[in-house]
């Protein structure tokens, strides 16, 4: 498995931008797709984001698409994600995933059973 460490949590005004890094350690790291979640107070945890594991896939959910913008970096075994013009119902606890699955190249980057390692998470505030 794949470790996972999430950081660039905070608070940040409506209409501002912030970017999270998850960075992960284990050898494995560039040969799986890896994926950001959120879960807000009182919610189920949604699928953000995903990125598959050459980089050249990206998959949003509808609620972040042109916003939000994930990349990563292979050579420092690293995903981002950019929030670009946040709301104030994005404040949740954000999570990175790794795919439990080596070059996997299928659609269902959304479902959480893809994954099997998962990073502590960081919280993200927007304040209206």
């Known amino acids: 498995q794949v470790q996972l460490v999430e950081s660039g949590g905070g608070l940040v005004q409506a209409g501002g931008s912030l970017r999270l890094s998850c960075a992960a350690s284990g050898r494995s790291f560039s040969s799986r797709a890896m994926g950001w979640f959120r879960q807000a107070p009182g919610k189920e945890r949604e699928f953000v984001a995903a990125?598959?594991?050459?980089?050249?896939?990206?998959s949003y959910a509808n609620s972040v698409k042109d916003r939000f913008a994930i990349s990563r970096d292979n050579a420092k075994a690293t995903v981002y994600l950019q929030m670009n013009r946040r709301k104030p119902e994005a404040t949740a606890v954000y999570y990175c995933?790794?795919?439990?699955?080596?070059?996997?190249?299928?659609?269902?980057?959304?479902?959480?059973?893809?994954?099997?390692?998962w990073g502590q998470g960081t919280q993200v505030t927007v304040s209206s």
């Open positions: 990125i598959s594991w050459g980089g050249d896939s990206t």
């Open positions: 995933a790794s795919c439990a699955l080596t070059y996997y190249s299928g659609s269902y980057y959304d479902r959480e059973s893809l994954y099997n390692s």
